[in-house]
């Protein structure tokens, strides 16, 4: 018999690999796990402390709720073992706030349009209220629609037929005592409310320093005050200065006070019950 056969494997009774790490799993809540020594298996629902440890609930499918020691080794998941560690608290974040101000809804899935309706005289008006109180109208389902010029509003309103659910908010531009825009949207009944400010134009409600300039130019009446606009701030043409004012509005702050009051009393009476 050889020396090696005389003495047999000297490593008999010795292991010849690593012990494997068992893997740590967070235990989230709907985690599935099993009890390695009971074998029960259920749902992670909960987490209790006492005077011997961390304990984990785990709900079965018949609804049987049982605490389990958080021991190394101690559950399967699929079978293989492994160690659940109780998830780290984390503090609350703050709630993020919309363009408006307003506490930003996460997840927010858009709500069925109400009855009810703002009204605005053109499609850049439309454009800033959207892009400042858009995620609140969502919130709120409140469609904003552009009147393509104030002169329409008699005949919308005939067609609309406001009443109880169907309300009406009118935004107005350069809305001043006297003016031909005070005229067309007075004695309308108690479901069509009108707001507005007293600029002679929406662009004219976003802060100058917004725009980067320091006043907005004086525009003789007659001239088309868009172009006049753009001519003595050099923008080019209306669209192109157009652009330059919506790209630089992002929140309320970038509007003057009375275009923000007066949209804040709108959204509060289209979606107030009554």
């Given at each position: 018999?050889?020396?090696?056969?005389?003495?047999?494997?000297?490593?008999?009774?010795?292991?010849?690999?690593?012990?494997?790490?068992?893997?740590?799993?967070?235990?989230?809540?709907?985690?599935?796990?099993?009890?390695?020594?009971?074998?029960?298996?259920?749902?992670?629902?909960?987490?209790?402390?006492?005077?011997?440890?961390?304990?984990?609930?785990?709900?079965?499918?018949?609804?049987?709720?049982?605490?389990?020691?958080?021991?190394?080794?101690?559950?399967?998941?699929?079978?293989?073992?492994?160690?659940?560690?109780?998830?780290?608290?984390?503090?609350?974040?703050?709630?993020?706030?919309?363009?408006?101000?307003?506490?930003?809804?996460?997840?927010?899935?858009?709500?069925?349009?109400?009855?009810?309706?703002?009204?605005?005289?053109?499609?850049?008006?439309?454009?800033?209220?959207?892009?400042?109180?858009?995620?609140?109208?969502?919130?709120?389902?409140?469609?904003?629609?552009?009147?393509?010029?104030?002169?329409?509003?008699?005949?919308?309103?005939?067609?609309?037929?406001?009443?109880?659910?169907?309300?009406?908010?009118?935004?107005?531009?350069?809305?001043?005592?006297?003016?031909?825009?005070?005229?067309?949207?007075?004695?309308?009944?108690?479901?069509?409310?009108?707001?507005?400010?007293?600029?002679?134009?929406?662009?004219?409600?976003?802060?100058?320093?917004?725009?980067?300039?320091?006043?907005?130019?004086?525009?003789?009446?007659?001239?088309?005050?868009?172009?006049?606009?753009?001519?003595?701030?050099?923008?080019?043409?209306?669209?192109?200065?157009?652009?330059?004012?919506?790209?630089?509005?992002?929140?309320?702050?970038?509007?003057?006070?009375?275009?923000?009051?007066a949209v804040e009393r709108?959204?509060?009476?289209?979606?107030?019950?009554?």
């Open positions: 018999m050889s020396g090696h056969d005389s003495y047999g494997d000297i490593f008999s009774g010795h292991s010849r690999k690593k012990t494997r790490a068992v893997p740590k799993v967070t235990a989230e809540r709907d985690l599935v796990v099993e009890d390695a020594a009971s074998g029960f298996c259920g749902a992670v629902v909960g987490f209790d402390r006492s005077y011997d440890g961390d304990f984990v609930k785990l709900e079965d499918a018949r609804g049987t709720v049982r605490l389990f020691a958080l021991r190394e080794a101690a559950f399967l998941i699929d079978g293989a073992p492994v160690t659940l560690t109780r998830p780290t608290a984390t503090a609350p974040s703050a709630p993020t706030r919309s363009a408006s101000g307003s506490t930003r809804v996460e997840g927010l899935r858009a709500r069925v349009a109400r009855g009810s309706r703002i009204w605005v005289e053109g499609v850049h008006d439309a454009a800033l209220v959207e892009r400042v109180w858009g995620h609140d109208l969502r919130v709120e389902g409140v469609v904003v629609e552009h009147l393509e010029g104030l002169d329409n509003l008699a005949q919308r309103l005939t067609e609309f037929q406001p009443g109880p659910g169907r309300r009406v908010g009118v935004l107005v531009d350069h809305l001043v005592t006297g003016s031909k825009e005070t005229q067309l949207t007075t004695g309308l009944g108690p479901h069509v409310l009108v707001t507005g400010h007293p600029f002679i134009d929406v662009w004219q409600a976003v802060r100058p320093a917004t725009v980067g300039i320091e006043a907005w130019p004086n525009v003789p009446r007659g001239e088309d005050w868009k172009t006049g606009i753009c001519h003595r701030l050099g923008w080019g043409t209306p669209q192109a200065g157009w652009r330059r004012v919506y790209d630089s509005v992002e929140t309320f702050r970038d509007l003057e006070a009375p275009l923000l009051g709108l959204i509060d009476f289209v979606t107030e019950p009554e």
